[in-house]
């Protein structure tokens, strides 16, 4: 067995199908190290990678979600913030989650800003605690919309919505992101919010599905609708050759939860 790539600072377990990636900083809002970005990077391949995963739930410890890069470090040596830079691209992360066969959860439970709110929105699923703090803070700070978010944005709220958060930089709530259609759900407890759209997923869902339609929305994103169109009647052809239908109308006959291979 590969043992997990988790660190003191990114933490992982798994439970019940569901691997929990934790940032583990709660002194600094979980405030993030060049190597935890790796980390965090490498903890999806590998929870991806595990055939008893069926979900991923990212969040953090304390009452901080991830309040950014670590700028601090400044202070050290002005040339570890290029730390940040190294060895990342789109395979890499925030926008990796793209790319994955399971699906990513955010449980944001506190403060997200910079490139905390970039791993925030960075996911398939996202629920916010109420009164979470989310900020883009980029241009606050000299800097530009990091990480692939000027993509991610716009496509999650649309342009008017996205170009008012990005550029100003401003701080809302996330009961103001539930109303932009950010999260799914704004709360006290965005964890249990988290876990128990995994639970549903585990229970209803087959992985192989999941996995597939994750990559067709992907493709369809660049791409026009006749070719779409085309994409699916593809994997149609191959999901109708699966056991995953049969499994599907076997639980709905005997009222059970269907019993899905457990292949993504």
Request: one cysteine or more; aromatic letters at 8%.
């Amino acid at each position: 067995m590969i043992s997990s790539p988790a660190t003191q600072f990114v933490t992982y377990s798994v439970n019940a199908h569901i691997a929990t990636i934790t940032f583990n900083r709660p002194d600094r809002l979980n405030a993030l190290l060049p190597d935890m970005i790796h980390t965090y990077s490498d903890l999806l391949d590998f929870a991806d990678a595990d055939p008893q995963v069926r979900a991923i739930v990212v969040t953090g410890a304390g009452r901080g979600f991830c309040s950014g890069a670590d700028l601090s470090i400044l202070g050290e040596d002005p040339e570890l913030v290029q730390g940040f830079l190294q060895g990342q691209s789109h395979k890499t992360v925030p926008g990796k989650y793209l790319h994955l066969s399971t699906p990513v959860i955010t449980a944001i439970n506190g403060p997200a800003a910079g490139l905390g709110f970039v791993i925030a929105m960075s996911a398939d699923f996202r629920f916010a605690k109420s009164d979470a703090k989310l900020s883009s803070t980029f241009s606050r700070l000299g800097l530009i919309a990091e990480y692939g978010i000027a993509w991610l944005l716009p496509r999650l709220v649309g342009l008017a919505r996205a170009t008012e958060i990005l550029i100003s930089g401003r701080t809302f709530t996330g009961t103001d992101a539930l109303g932009y259609g950010l999260v799914l759900a704004a709360s006290d407890d965005p964890l249990a919010d988290a876990y128990a759209c995994a639970n549903d997923l585990i229970t209803n869902c087959s992985p192989a599905s999941m996995a597939v339609i994750k990559s067709q929305m992907v493709r369809a994103l660049n791409s026009n609708f006749n070719d779409s169109a085309d994409d699916a009647f593809v994997e149609m052809a191959h999901a109708f050759g699966r056991e995953d239908l049969a499994a599907a109308l076997a639980g709905k006959i005997n009222k059970v939860a269907p019993q899905f291979p457990a292949n993504k």
